[in-house]
């Protein structure tokens, strides 16, 4: 529901900020890798996730979207809740997170608190293939200043292609046409996937 928040930093703490966005404070929850790379400075951005329960509406904060990605992967793999993933990501950098289930090393997932051998099993099992695709989440995004590009690369993924895959096919249709249109990017890229 709400994806990002941009606006004023009010408050600062190393589990949680305030950001003033419009008049309305949010709250958000933050890992202790985010809160060291939040930015000097009044104006921020934090990409999020909203998490419901039944007692509780929290948002999560993120300083970019592999680091949200983890996290929700992290909080799909039963026994890890929000709070376990948000230590994961306080004790360990995304990257980290990656390495560490894309070559199954039981031993650096199982030094986080609150979690057993058990479960980082579950997590290496359920999460080993899923991982691959956060690998470069935030160099695609980086590059893509490009509104055109953005909204044809979201209409490949939503039609079932890989990312990186069609973000190659992409470039490479906007090397012959760099001012091409939405429509024009996604023809030219179809014709090539």
Known sequence: MITQIKGKLVEKNPTYVVVDCNGVGYLLHISLNTFSAIPEGEAVLFYTHLAVREDAHTLFGFVNKTEREVFRLLISVSGVGA???????????????????????????????GIGAKTAQRVIIDLKDKILKTFA???????????????????LEVLGFNKKQADKVVNNVLKEMPTASVETLIKQALKNL
């Open 137 to 155: 989440i935030d160099e695609v995004s980086a590059v893509e200043s490009n509104t055109n590009k953005e909204e044809a690369l979201s209409a």
């Open 83 to 113: 709070s376990i993933a948000r230590t994961m990501l306080s004790s360990m950098t995304s990257e980290e997170v990656q390495h560490a289930i894309a070559s199954e090393n039981v031993a650096v997932i199982q030094s986080v608190k």
